[in-house]
């Protein structure tokens, strides 16, 4: 079964500066899509940024990047000039053959 | 304006006391998913809809049911409320374009007492 991996269960980060978010997987699979989901204190969840799997370019949203490493089965999220209203659970998703698999979550502080 | 909407956002219960749900999206996409989620924990699949097909994860309690009657609408029925089942619930579309991509509802926050 595929799994996902987020390491870090909370991060801070200082108004205006980066932060990374760090997401590994497990699959066999050799097409799937990864998805960053925003959860912040309404408990919405929100679309930061989509991957397909069979593109080698990282997808960008405005601030939002990722570095897709699919050998090393990695999906990390980079925050750039980072805003209060980024602070927020951060969810790494996989979309296989299976339903979605979410990751635990990584609860990210931004510090004014 | 929003995609998925969710009724009632708030809702109490008394313990095993039936309660219904309900879920709407405006985009008529063909699939859509409740999901528990749980304080401090990720959501976790209850079950979907492909058009009219119902799919059950296999560790759905019994006590959760569902019902689509048309493309817009599905809800979500709780028969005998447990104080386990207070949590967030979650109702997602996908559809056409892109396939893949889930768009959430803003919840409903269900406290069984």
């Known amino acids: 079964a595929q799994t996902v991996t987020q390491s870090q269960p909370e991060m801070s980060v200082q108004e205006a500066e980066t932060v990374t978010l760090s997401c590994t997987y497990d699959t066999s699979e050799s097409d799937y899509y990864l998805f960053w989901y925003k959860q912040p204190p309404s408990r919405q969840m929100i679309l930061v940024i989509r991957q397909e799997a069979y593109k080698q370019q990282n997808a960008t949203e405005n601030r939002f990047s990722v570095n897709f490493q699919k050998a090393a089965k990695s999906f990390s999220l980079k925050i750039s000039d980072s805003q209060l209203g980024d602070a927020a659970m951060y969810f790494c998703a996989y979309l296989g053959n299976t339903p979605l698999v979410f990751g635990k979550g990584t609860r990210l502080s931004v510090i004014a | 304006d929003a995609m998925v909407i969710q009724n009632p956002r708030y809702q109490v219960t008394q313990f095993g006391k039936p309660v219904t749900l309900s879920c709407s999206q405006t985009?008529?996409?063909?699939?859509m998913y409740w999901y528990q989620q749980k304080s401090s924990q990720a959501p976790k699949l209850l079950f979907h809809?492909?058009?009219?097909?119902?799919?059950n994860e296999a560790d759905t309690p019994d006590n959760f049911q569902s019902r689509r009657p048309n493309t817009s609408f599905c809800f979500l029925d709780i028969r005998s409320p447990g104080l386990g089942d207070t949590a967030m619930y979650l109702c997602?579309?996908?559809?056409?374009?892109?396939?893949?991509?889930?768009?959430f509802g803003p919840g409903t926050r269900l406290t069984v007492l």
């Open positions: 809809y492909y058009d009219k097909d119902f799919n």
């Open positions: 997602a579309i996908s559809g056409p374009s892109p396939p893949d991509t889930q768009y």
């Open positions: 985009l008529n996409h063909n699939v």
